[in-house]
């Protein structure tokens, strides 16, 4: 059985494959970084020691995605080194049974260990993915990703115990099945037609690229702004029920955004998602202490990122590489993410405390709709003859059904 959105004829159980190894490693690594986040602050106290630490897994995790993207096309044999990557992840899952007895050292060791594990063999999943799918169906493949990776997330919850020792026995069991996907892509993997790796000097200087990763990396530096303050005004359980709501969105409207991107094109859809999220940064400019702003802002943020994360994770990257090795394209697309992630444990807390609410969120939105100015000039990635096709295919619909609304008056 063979699916109709990938580039060739590719079988079923190679794009299921593709979404069991996203969906394992995601959800995996939003679990074990929790662990040792939770760690973290439970063994430190000081602000210089959390933020050194903070910085070894921000390190670990841009260095490996790097490195992974250099070393992708001189891998004798991807199949092998994504097994031995995913094993390298059990081993990390069962390690932390050592924060039993948290130190700074053994921390420290686990922070890069889980680093590595998560974003060595990344860019090549990322890349594995924009070659199984094509142009004009990539955001709706990954948006059924990104779907299944919250259904995953939340389902999770439910299986995951408060004992570590136990904690690290199910997400070590949860990262081997990831074996499941990479094993039915072993021929995949292997018969994959050498692709021309350009130089990462190349990537970054590419002014597509730069125009779509400038407001990407806007956007996450802005992003991390919002939930710190949220924490500081109504508290730890209504962020948690806030980063619900958004995720629920989110997850709901990707597959929308997913649809979109694939129909009306990836440069409306995304300055929707950017203008979007700035109105709801300006809605808590104008009150931050109204607890309804909160849930306005909660709403909008999540069908921002249901945009954010089809397009910026999956799609994008994948079409500016045009025919060319895409991981290199991927590992720049990853860090913005990771940066924001990053700040938002650092920075954050502490710019919420030190700067006035109506201040950050007006500068916030302020940024955001700056943001969308090198959109504006950057290239639409989806083909105009895709878009001109799909919206004469929808107009006759329409047409069709007016006539047969018509007929049946008469």
Same mark, same amino acid.
């Given at each position: 059985?063979?699916?109709?959105?990938?580039?060739?004829?590719?079988?079923?159980?190679?794009?299921?494959?593709?979404?069991?190894?996203?969906?394992?490693?995601?959800?995996?690594?939003?679990?074990?970084?929790?662990?040792?986040?939770?760690?973290?602050?439970?063994?430190?106290?000081?602000?210089?020691?959390?933020?050194?630490?903070?910085?070894?897994?921000? #390190?670990? $995790?841009?260095?490996? /995605?790097? &490195? *992974?993207? @250099?070393?992708?096309?001189?891998?004798?044999?991807?199949?092998? +080194? =994504?097994?031995?990557?995913?094993?390298?992840?059990?081993?990390?899952?069962?390690?932390?049974?050592?924060?039993?007895?948290?130190?700074?050292?053994?921390?420290?060791?686990?922070?890069?260990?889980?680093?590595?594990?998560?974003?060595?063999?990344?860019?090549?999943?990322?890349?594995?993915?924009?070659?199984?799918?094509?142009?004009?169906?990539?955001?709706?493949?990954? #948006?059924? $990703?990104?779907?299944? /990776?919250? &259904? *995953?997330? @939340?389902?999770?919850?439910?299986?995951?115990?408060?004992?570590? +020792? =136990?904690?690290?026995?199910?997400?070590?069991?949860?990262?081997?099945?990831?074996?499941?996907?990479?094993?039915?892509?072993?021929?995949?993997?292997?018969?994959?037609?050498?692709?021309?790796?350009?130089?990462?000097?190349?990537?970054?200087?590419?002014?597509?690229?730069?125009?779509?990763?400038?407001?990407?990396?806007?956007?996450?530096?802005?992003?991390?702004?919002?939930?710190?303050?949220?924490?500081?005004?109504?508290?730890?359980? @209504?962020?948690?029920?806030?980063?619900?709501?958004?995720?629920?969105?989110?997850?709901?409207?990707?597959?929308?955004?997913?649809?979109?991107?694939?129909?009306?094109?990836?440069?409306?859809?995304?300055?929707?998602?950017?203008?979007?999220?700035?109105?709801?940064?300006?809605?808590?400019?104008?009150?931050?202490?109204?607890?309804?702003?909160?849930?306005?802002?909660?709403?909008?943020?999540?069908?921002?990122?249901?945009?954010?994360?089809?397009?910026?994770?999956?799609?994008?990257?994948?079409?500016?590489?045009?025919?060319?090795?895409?991981?290199?394209?991927?590992?720049?697309?990853?860090?913005?993410?990771?940066?924001?992630?990053?700040?938002?444990?650092?920075?954050?807390?502490?710019?919420?405390?030190?700067?006035?609410?109506?201040?950050?969120?007006?500068?916030?939105?302020?940024?955001?709709?700056?943001?969308?100015?090198?959109?504006?000039?950057?290239?639409?990635?989806?083909?105009?003859?895709?878009?001109?096709?799909?919206?004469?295919?929808?107009?006759?619909?329409?047409?069709?059904?007016?006539?047969?609304?018509?007929?049946?008056?008469?």
């Amino acid at each position: 059985m063979n699916l109709h959105f990938t580039k060739m004829n590719i079988p079923l159980k190679v794009a299921l494959g593709n979404i069991v190894m996203i969906v394992n490693l995601v959800v995996w690594y939003d679990y074990t970084s929790a662990i040792l986040r939770e760690a973290i602050d439970k063994t430190l106290s000081a602000y210089g020691e959390k933020l050194a630490l903070d910085v070894i897994l921000f #390190s670990a $995790v841009v260095a490996s /995605v790097l &490195l *992974g993207a @250099f070393l992708a096309n001189k891998l004798s044999s991807r199949k092998r +080194f =994504l097994l031995a990557w995913n094993l390298m992840g059990v081993f990390s899952s069962l390690a932390l049974v050592m924060l039993e007895t948290a130190t700074i050292v053994n921390v420290s060791f686990l922070l890069i260990l889980v680093g590595i594990s998560f974003g060595l063999g990344l860019p090549v999943y990322m890349a594995n993915f924009a070659d199984i799918t094509k142009i004009d169906n990539r955001a709706r493949f990954g #948006s059924i $990703v990104i779907l299944v /990776v919250f &259904l *995953g997330i @939340f389902a999770f919850e439910f299986v995951m115990p408060k004992n570590l +020792f =136990l904690g690290a026995l199910v997400l070590a069991a949860w990262r081997f099945s990831g074996l499941v996907g990479i094993l039915p892509l072993g021929s995949f993997l292997e018969d994959k037609k050498q692709q021309k790796s350009p130089p990462m000097v190349s990537v970054l200087t590419d002014r597509s690229v730069l125009l779509y990763l400038i407001p990407w990396t806007i956007f996450s530096l802005i992003n991390y702004l919002g939930w710190p303050i949220n924490s500081r005004i109504h508290g730890e359980n @209504f962020v948690y029920f806030s980063a619900l709501i958004n995720s629920v969105i989110a997850g709901i409207f990707a597959p929308i955004a997913g649809f979109l991107a694939d129909s009306a094109g990836r440069k409306r859809t995304l300055v929707s998602g950017f203008i979007v999220f700035g109105i709801g940064y300006a809605v808590l400019g104008i009150n931050p202490f109204n607890i309804y702003a909160w849930y306005f802002y909660s709403f909008v943020d999540g069908i921002a990122w249901g945009i954010i994360y089809v397009i910026f994770w999956f799609t994008i990257w994948g079409d500016l590489a045009d025919g060319k090795s895409s991981e290199k394209y991927y590992a720049v697309g990853i860090i913005p993410y990771s940066l924001s992630g990053f700040l938002r444990v650092t920075l954050g807390p502490y710019i919420a405390n030190t700067v006035s609410e109506y201040a950050i969120f007006s500068f916030a939105a302020f940024f955001l709709f700056l943001a969308v100015v090198p959109l504006m000039y950057a290239p639409e990635t989806l083909p105009e003859k895709t878009v001109r096709e799909r919206e004469l295919k929808s107009y006759i619909e329409k047409a069709k059904r007016i006539r047969e609304k018509f007929t049946k008056g008469q």
